[in-house]
């Protein structure tokens, strides 16, 4: 057989992602964060980008002349006023803001005020800089011991001696190596009078040390029988131990919260919800002027062309960015208009397809539209994702959402009995009353989800708040 070669022309059409467009992908997909170091870098890879200046010159002379005939005034009256009274005082400095005091210079504090020998005051610094955020020692003394040089000769004796120093300091539970055992030191400094009768302090030793994780199930006829005592002294007890601190070291915690900067905002306007993007997100960046007019002017290497390009594309791909952001969050507000109007109870089902459809965008787009974005709205900040949930269908037909149920749920259980609180089985067959048919291991999930505590658990705390009461 002979084999022949010939020429064929065939058509066929292929999606190609030119580098703008991958751009424009990968930054919608980006949050804040993660956007704002983006452009970061490119300010200082590429000597064509510049920070836009929130003020003008003209505004920026008008503002410093301003400052300055201010300061002029407050001179002069600062003159009058020492004129005037000679005995004022001339330091118009603020004095400095106090440094705050951490957990270990509060110890260190207190260490240095006892009369321990120098080698017992090493060792208590040892064990001051083992302790974590919340001021247990999560280490244990081997491990410690293991550690220490063995030209030392420290015996474990000495090491519990100055771990029974250090837990004596202020505040009480610290250095604790056990929730109990942080209990047990904090029930120890307590004294016996009629606020904490030695009956009830003996028995809140015993939870403590024995039966936390029975008091956890909040089953106190359990551990009634399980101690053998009166109930009213066991709920005295239980009081008692709630009004003791988990974290003895909370006070002295220098973790900041982080917040939250929401992408864009939304506000009834005229009767009608409108988004838009917030300017503290907005990357304010632009071409430097005389630059760009530099190359138009004259023929320019290539490199530099090359920067003006990315200059250009990088400063499309941010708008484009915040406007597909907008597009999108503006669907999900007329979609899901009772929510802004009543809450978390009138979200409704929305899947990304739904989106997809209406603004002739891909899944996927909305996807990376909605991930690690967040909105402003009447009801908190809230990350898009959270407006996309699947259906859950009524006995009338009509459909329902996972957040809708959650509210449902802490409705009924905002009116229930404190000495007969609803059961998840009991919770099920109320929402099968109002059309919403669920097992009640879904009950639970969504009850869970919301934060809610079970049924004999809030039994027990009710308890214990009438016998407070």
Known sequence: ???????????????????????????????????????????????????????????????????????????????????????????????????????????????????????????????????????????????????????????????????????????????????????????????????????????????????????????????????ACEHDTLLSAHALLLQLEPKPAKEWATSTAAYITPDVLVRKIRGRWIVSVNPAVMPRVRINRVYEGLLGEAPAAPAMQAQLQQAHGLIKSVNQRFVTIVRVMQAIVDRQMDFFEQGHSGLRPLQLRDLAQELDLHESTISRATKQKYVQT????????????????????????????????????????GKKPLSDSKLAALLAEQGVVIARRTVAKYREAAGIEPAIVRKARAALEAHQG
């Open 378 to 417: 009447p009801w908190g900040v809230l990350e898009l994702k959270r407006f996309f949930s699947s259906a859950l269908q009524t006995d009338d037909g009509q459909s329902t959402t996972p957040s809708a149920v959650q509210m449902l749920i802490h409705k009924l259980i905002e009116g229930e009995s």
């Open 1 to 227: 057989m002979q084999s022949r070669q010939s020429l064929e022309l065939r058509q066929h059409q292929q999606l190609a992602l030119t580098p703008q467009l991958q751009q424009s992908l990968r930054f919608l997909q980006l949050s804040t964060q993660e956007l704002e170091l983006e452009v970061a870098q490119a300010l200082n890879d590429n000597p064509l980008l510049e920070r836009e200046e929130e003020y003008d010159t003209e505004a920026g002379a008008e503002v410093a002349n301003d400052a300055q005939a201010m300061d002029e005034r407050w001179t002069m009256l600062g003159s009058a006023n020492r004129a005037g009274n000679n005995n004022a005082d001339e330091e118009t400095e603020r004095p400095e803001t106090a440094l705050t005091e951490t957990l270990q210079e509060h110890l260190q504090e207190q260490l240095r005020l006892t009369r321990a020998q120098p080698r017992d005051c090493a060792l208590v610094s040892l064990l001051i800089d083992e302790l974590d955020e919340n001021g247990y020692l999560l280490t244990s003394l081997d491990e410690i011991l293991a550690f220490l040089p063995a030209e030392l000769d420290v015996g474990l004796d000495e090491l519990q001696a100055a771990l029974r120093l250090l837990q004596s300091f202020d505040p009480p539970g610290v250095a604790a190596r056990s929730l109990s055992e942080c209990l047990a030191l904090q029930l120890d400094h307590l004294p016996v009078n009629a606020s904490f009768p030695a009956q009830v302090l003996a028995l809140a030793r015993k939870i403590a040390a024995d039966h936390l994780p029975l008091l956890a199930t909040g089953n106190l006829n359990r551990l009634r029988d399980a101690l």
